[in-house]
């Protein structure tokens, strides 16, 4: 490629040729970024389509009248095809949360720099749309059906139809129309980014920076809240999303008034939305382009697609049928599987041992309940195990078991809630009694229940010393 431009550029900007250029990795447009080095350190960008080019030089500008932290552009080619702007540096938010999205346990650090990201976006929402020109917006220039719709057999053709999975288009079609009756009935004249996610925020000095917002028109601010927590590959646990909405609802209301139950209520329909938009970005640039790290994200988006329909949207009927098919299909599932957590809660008698962890992780909770009032001290319940009514009875009138397992319960669901959030896949339970029949069965037996209620996860149940096995398994 010739880049004779940019280095007339740099001149112009600098007073003399960089002395080194050097492409930049590529994002999921089709844009080329490099880096100037030399007396000053610039990035010059070389877009493939002039439109484009003028929305951004257009938002950047007027951005930066607004005091909205956007890169400055110092010089621009005559085609405006060519343009060098300030360096923000290499760190992308997406890389600084990086320990984060991996395991998700989120640093204080990681946090804060989430947080503070959101609280700005009702700034470039809000102020950025006052006195913008939205003509100069591209493709489109607003949030509107035309724009739904199309996003919507942007996902229809590019990735449900890559699935192979069948589906009536009518039927799917009169749900796609009620969906944009839905979306349309939140229309606002604020500036909505569009792709605000953690790949186009950079971190300079601790501070989040905006980039690549090109792409934004005017819509419906619920968008950007979507499109940013909901992410696929931020891995965001559902505690930490719930904080950062609150942050975000919070620097709302410097701009307008909030009816909290409305704005959850109408960000679920965004959401979904936000995700099979992504899912045709991603069937698009990874199924037909080849892009590794699209096909990397799609078992993400999947996961959050599957998070969303356990409440049902019950506006649309068959979409929602047709998504439930789609996140049951083998390909999905058989990922779904490897990662999921199953829990393994056995009984056992101490004098033959603590039970080994045949999963490698080398065993997990050990609860010891011979503290516990025994009923194998009297012979009328030495026949019984405790799944028996007697010896439930018993234990249940006496009370101790009762106050015994509610510190248990609160243990292990803290755990199990973590290892759902960070995708770990087996979590072990024990409870040991002197003969492994009354006590230890009775907390056992509950403890599993409870799980697979509480969580709905795999639950593997063994009274050892009894030779019985039971599966709880997770319900659709």
Known sequence: MD???LKELYNRVVGVEPESVTEMPSSGSNRRYFRLAGERTLIGVVGTCK?????FLYMDKHFRAKGLPVPEVYACSDDRMSYVQEDLGDTLLFNAIEKGRKTSVFSDEEKRLLAKTIRLLPDIQFAGADGMDFSYCYPASEFDSRSIMWDLNYFKYCFLKATGLEFLEDKLEDDFQKMADVLLRSSSATFMYRDFQSRNV?????QPWFIDFQGGRKGPFYYDVASFL?????????SLRKELVKEYIAALRKYQPVDEAYFYAQLRHFVLFRTLQVLGAYGFRGYFEKKPHFIQSVPFAIENLRNLLKEPYPEYPYLSKVLKDLVNMKQFSDDLQKRMLTVRVMSFAYKKGIPNDATGNGGGFVFDCRAVNNP???ERYKPFTGL??????FLEEDGEIIEFLKHVYALVDASVKRYVERGFTN???????????HRSVYCAQH????????????????????????TFNVRS
């Not at 439109?51 to 929305?55: F, G, L, T, V």
């Not at 028996?388 to 009875?393: A, C, L, Q, R």
């Not at 979590?427 to 029949?437: A, D, E, P, R």
């Not at 403890?447 to 039971?470: M, S, T, W």
């Open 3 to 5: 880049l004779t431009v």
């Open 51 to 55: 439109e484009e080019n003028e929305a």
């Open 202 to 206: 950079m971190i300079k000095d601790g």
């Open 230 to 238: 909901w992410q696929a590959k931020a891995n965001l646990p559902d």
């Open 376 to 378: 194998g001290k009297y």
């Open 388 to 393: 028996d009514e007697p010896v439930v009875k």
């Open 427 to 437: 979590l072990m339970v024990c409870f040991g009694c002197t003969g492994g029949q």
């Open 447 to 470: 403890l599993a229940e409870h799980i697979n209620e509480q969580f709905n996860v795999k639950v593997e149940l063994v009274h050892r010393e009894q030779n019985i096995e039971q």
